[in-house]
C-alpha cells in the first residue's frame, strides 16, 4: 500500500449508493455546487472508493473541476486489486478513465478478503474532515456503514440524497 499524507482539514470523502433514484443531472450539478463551495473554503484534496455509483460520478465530477481549480486532487482509495473487473463494461471505463486521471490510485490490498471494503472506508474516514453522502436510509450497507463511522468520529457529513 501506498503511504500517502493526508492534510485531514483539507480533504473530503466520498460515499454513497450504487443505485440512485435521482435524476443523475441534477444530482452532478448539485455536486459541482458543493465541491466548488468547499473548494471555496479550503478543501482541495478528494477521495473516492472507487465504487460503482454515486463514488465514481463524484469522482468524474472532481476530474471535471481540475480543468478550472488549481490545487485540486482526487485520490482513489482502491479496496483491492483488480475489484473494478466485476463492474459492468460501461462503469469499468469509467473506472478506467478515473484512475487514469486521479492524482494517485492507493491500492489498499492486493487481493480480495472479507471485510477489504469496510477497511477502504475505514481508510477513507482516518484522512478526511468532511463526508459527501448520498444516504438514504439506515440500511445494512458499505454506505451506512461508512456514514455512522463519520458520525462516530465526529466528522459532518453532507447528504445529497433528497
Known amino acids: ?78 479496496p483491492h486489486a483488480g475489484h473494478h473487473l466485476y463492474f459492468s463494461n460501461e462503469d469499468r471505463q469509467r473506472y478506467i478513465r478515473i484512475a487514469d486521471k486521479a492524482t494517485s490510485n492507493i491500492l489498499l490490498s492486493s487481493q480480495y478478503y472479507d471485510g477489504c471494503f469496510l477497511r477502504r472506508n475505514d481508510y477513507m474516514i482516518a484522512n478526511c474532515s468532511l463526508l459527501i453522502a448520498y444516504y438514504n436510509s439506515p440500511q445494512r450497507s458499505g454506505t451506512a456503514y461508512t456514514v455512522r463511522r463519520a458520525q462516530a468520529n465526529n466528522i459532518p457529513i453532507i447528504n445529497l440524497y433528497k
Open 1 to 78: 500500500m501506498k503511504n500517502i499524507e493526508f492534510d485531514k482539514q483539507k480533504t473530503i470523502a466520498f460515499t454513497g449508493h450504487r443505485n440512485m433514484d435521482c435524476n443523475p443531472v441534477l444530482l452532478k450539478e448539485e455536486l459541482i455546487h458543493i465541491i466548488r463551495e468547499q473548494y471555496h473554503i479550503g478543501y482541495a484534496t478528494f477521495i473516492t472508493g472507487c465504487a460503482i455509483g454515486f463514488d465514481i460520478l463524484a469522482a468524474e465530477v472532481v476530474l471535471e473541476l481540475q480543468k478550472e481549480y488549481i490545487g485540486i486532487q482526487l485520490f482513489c482509495a482502491v
